[in-house]
């Protein structure tokens, strides 16, 4: 069974930058999508980025340009897997529980942003921006 652990939250000012990590452990396959989403207090958790095995990456309209999804394609451990978050610019629009998500599936649509598609999931680590 893979396990996902996020790192790398906290509380930024308005303007301000974080970047996420995650790393999924027992998972050493070489093909896959991983993805971050978002859950803000009373709202739906939704996509915001996702990578596959192939370096493919795809992006939520609302941080296209301030986000970087990325990960390290060749692990120092076979079954571990390694993606970041970079978040610049952040607004108060961005504070949520960040969650890391990740499948043996690669899509030919490239990597999925809904949650249904992901079987494995982290804790989730907190983001907070502040005006």
């Known amino acids: 069974q893979a396990q996902v652990m996020e790192s790398g939250g906290g509380s930024v000012e308005v303007g301000g930058s974080l970047r996420l990590s995650c790393v999924v452990s027992k998972f050493g396959y070489n093909t896959y999508s991983m993805a971050w989403f978002r859950q803000a207090t009373g709202k739906e958790r939704e996509g915001v980025a996702g990578i596959d095995s192939e370096g493919r990456t795809s992006y939520a309209d609302s941080v296209k340009g301030r986000f970087t999804i990325s990960h390290i394609k060749t692990e120092n451990t076979e079954a571990t897997r390694t993606i970041y978050l970079q978040m610049n610019n952040l607004t108060p629009e961005d504070t949520g529980m960040y969650y890391c998500?990740?499948?043996?599936?690669?899509?030919?649509?490239?990597?999925?942003?809904?949650?249904?598609?992901?079987?494995?999931w982290g804790q989730g680590t907190l983001v907070t921006v502040s005006s």
């Open positions: 998500a990740a499948d043996l599936v690669v899509s030919g649509w490239g990597p999925s942003r809904k949650k249904t598609d992901y079987p494995y």
